[in-house]
T-cell receptor
Framework: GAVVSQHPSRVICKSGTSVKIECRSL??????MFWYRQFPKKSLMLMAT?????????EQGVEKDKFLINHASLTLSTLTVTSAHPEDSSFYIC?????????????FGQGTRLTVV | QKEVEQDPGPLSVPEGAIVSLNCTYS??????FMWYRQYSRKGPELLMY????GNKEDGRFTAQVDKSSKYISLFIRDSQPSDSATYLC?????????????FGAGTQVVVTP
């Protein structure tokens, strides 16, 4: 199977600080990774599409300067929440696609629960 | 109007019953259809995926896609308490980035012993 590892699973930070979340594809090369945000009892909201070696594509309404995405290799993408505020508290999930084959499925990490105090 | 509509539930069924879930969508460009299961505070887990119209069966799970009606379904036979989770439908357009998905709201399922 395709395994995606996300770290940390939970983080608490002080308001004004920055937090980095890592997303790794463990057994395949991910040409594209995606970052989602999920509010309690709500569906996943796509924040941005991350392509290896190029700038991320952000969805409308997502602040690119606040949510910095780096996809430096085919197995690692990072999301940095800069100058975090309590309203940034949420569940962040990454997914990765192999970008090949005959299906468009994506594989998800375990998610990161961010709490900003 | 959302591109993908899914009743959020909750849907409560007794153990052993068939769970029936469905989604409707408006974008005729969607070709790949997936069902994910998500336990509380965990990442979604891929259960089933289908390409275009048709049925697919895997153990207790059956996925159906009717593109003419823009309607997809997931059936879970012989439901167990461990099936209690949120089930999300997702779909993708082949002309879009590989793996870029549009999700339904998710249906919370509760299987009671």
């Amino acid at each position: 199977g395709a395994v995606v590892s996300q770290h940390p699973s939970r983080v608490i930070c002080k308001s004004g600080t920055s937090v980095k979340i890592e997303c790794r594809s463990l057994d395949f090369q991910a040409t594209t990774m995606f970052w989602y945000r999920q509010f309690p009892k709500k569906s996943l909201m796509l924040m941005a599409t991350s392509n290896e070696g190029s700038k991320a594509t952000y969805e409308q309404g997502v602040e690119k300067d606040k949510f910095l995405i780096n996809h430096a290799s085919l197995t690692l993408s990072t999301l940095t929440v800069t100058s975090a505020h309590p309203e940034d508290s949420s569940f962040y999930i990454c997914s990765a696609s192999r970008g090949t084959g005959d299906s468009g499925e994506a594989f998800f990490g375990q998610g990161t629960r961010l709490t900003v105090v | 109007q959302k591109e993908v509509e899914q009743d959020p539930g909750p849907l409560s069924v007794p153990e052993g019953a068939i769970v029936s879930l469905n989604c409707t969508y408006s974008n005729s460009a969607f070709q790949y259809f997936m069902w994910y299961r998500q336990y509380s505070r965990k990442g979604p887990e891929l259960l089933m995926y289908t390409y275009s119209s048709g049925n697919k069966e895997d153990g207790r799970f059956t996925a159906q896609v009717d593109k003419s009606s823009k309607y997809i379904s997931l059936f879970i036979r012989d439901s167990q308490p461990s099936d209690s989770a949120t089930y999300l439908c997702a779909m993708s357009d082949p002309s879009d980035s590989w793996g870029k998905l549009q999700f339904g709201a998710g249906t919370q399922v509760v299987v009671t012993p």
